[in-house]
């Protein structure tokens, strides 16, 4: 299919005797929001880290825009912008300097890492905190902080884990934007989540993982259609009703 950007093809990976990916496949279209939904364990993380060369996994392929992760993983980096769920970032450093840093480590020019610096501290509503040192902000400014840096190198394909969680409902808020506006500039998402509601609000598709297996893909609405009316069924339901569980255990 050409306009599948990124296809995964029967990854797995253990750690020790746990399988915390299992026989995972699935495709993204360029321009599309994935959305990678499951509890806490289920091998989101896992998975986005075999996705972005981070991780090698014990079998199973992986290419984006047709370089494969594992023998051109550099052409497969220009590609990518990786928002990790931990932050990654230097907090003695002000907002610009971590990003003046970040774009310069990507190869862009002193003028281009300007530029990009002031678009994307703009891009994720923190402009007006440019010249702080980011150890003062908030952990939601923080994680909006590390989404600059992930855009710094000008990706195509942007992998977001987990970015909400944990924060104030402001830099909730201000995520969710971000993330609406660069759907309308045409980026490619993978997002990870285990909030239903955001999956739901913001994806074109969900993958529903658990126990490292893909257990259901499709859209929101698709997934609701299979229990009922898609206006009155949640995916919560969705989720409680493929596993006998509740997503929050
Ligand atoms: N480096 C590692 N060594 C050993 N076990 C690991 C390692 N990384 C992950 N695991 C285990 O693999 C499983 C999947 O973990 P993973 O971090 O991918 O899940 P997740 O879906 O991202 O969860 P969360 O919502 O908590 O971030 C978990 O049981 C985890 O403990
Ligand atoms: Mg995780």
Redo the contacts with the bound molecule.
């Keep these: 299919m050409p306009d599948d950007f990124l296809v995964a093809a029967d990854l797995t990976k253990s ?1 020790d005797d ?1 399988r ?1 990916v299992d026989g995972i496949s699935f495709t993204i279209r360029r321009q599309e929001m994935f959305g990678l939904l ?10 986005i880290r075999m996705l972005s060369t981070v991780l090698k996994a014990d079998s199973g392929d992986v290419t984006i825009g047709g370089h494969s992760v594992t023998n051109d993983s550099d052409a497969v980096r220009e590609l990518i912008g990786v928002c990790p ?1 931990e932050l990654a970032l230097y907090p003695e450093l002000s907002a610009t300097d971590n990003l003046m840093f970040f774009g310069r480590m990507a190869g862009l020019g002193g003028a281009e890492a300007k530029e990009a610096t002031r678009s994307n501290l703009d891009r994720v509503g923190l402009l007006d905190r440019a010249g702080d040192v980011v150890d003062k902000f908030s952990g939601g400014m923080k994680r909006r902080v590390n989404i600059a840096i992930a855009l710094m190198s000008r990706p195509q394909l942007l992998f977001l884990d ?1 970015p909400t969680v944990g924060i104030d409902p402001q830099s909730r808020n201000h995520i969710f934007e971000t993330v609406l506006k660069l759907r309308d500039e045409g980026m490619t998402v993978l997002y ?1 989540t ?1 909030y239903m509601e955001e999956a739901d609000r913001l994806c074109d598709r969900i993958g529903v993982i658990d126990n490292g297996k893909l257990i259901r893909l499709g859209a929101p609405k698709e997934l609701k259609s299979e229990i009922g009316d898609p206006e009155q069924v949640t995916l919560e339901e969705v989720f409680l009703n493929l596993t006998g569980r509740s997503l929050r255990d």
């Excluded at 499951?38 to 998975?47: E, L, V």
């Design positions: 750690f746990l915390a499951g509890p806490n364990g289920a091998g989101k993380t896992t998975t769920q987990e990870t285990h």
